[in-house]
C-alpha cells in the first residue's frame, strides 16, 4: 500500500506500508522521472517506510494528485 501523504512547499513525502515480508520494492512513476530518497529496499510485515522526493528532483512541477495517478509500486512478488 502506498500513500502520497503531502505535497509540502520543497518535498513530497510518500508512505509506503506493507502487510507481510516484501523484497526488493521498488517506486517509480508511469510517465515522470524523479529521483526518491530511497528506491529497491526490503520490507518486513507490518512495517511503514517513509520516502521523499525533493520538488526540485521533479521533471516539472505536480500536485499530490498528479505524482498519485502516476506512482507504481512493484516487489520480487510482481515479477
Not at 39 to 60: C, E, H, P, V
Request: charged fraction near 30%; aromatic fraction near 8%; proline fraction near 1%.
Amino acid at each position: 500500500m502506498m500513500i502520497i501523504e503531502k505535497a509540502l512547499k520543497l518535498t513530497v513525502r510518500l508512505t509506503v506500508k506493507s502487510k507481510a515480508y516484501a523484497r526488493f520494492v521498488g517506486l517509480d512513476f508511469k510517465e515522470r522521472d524523479a529521483i526518491f530518497s530511497d528506491n529497491y529496499f526490503d520490507m518486513s510485515g507490518g512495517t511503514t517506510r517513509t520516502i521523499t522526493i525533493a520538488k526540485k528532483d521533479l521533471d516539472k512541477p505536480a500536485t499530490a494528485e498528479e505524482l498519485r495517478a502516476q506512482l507504481t509500486l512493484r516487489s520480487v512478488f510482481d515479477i
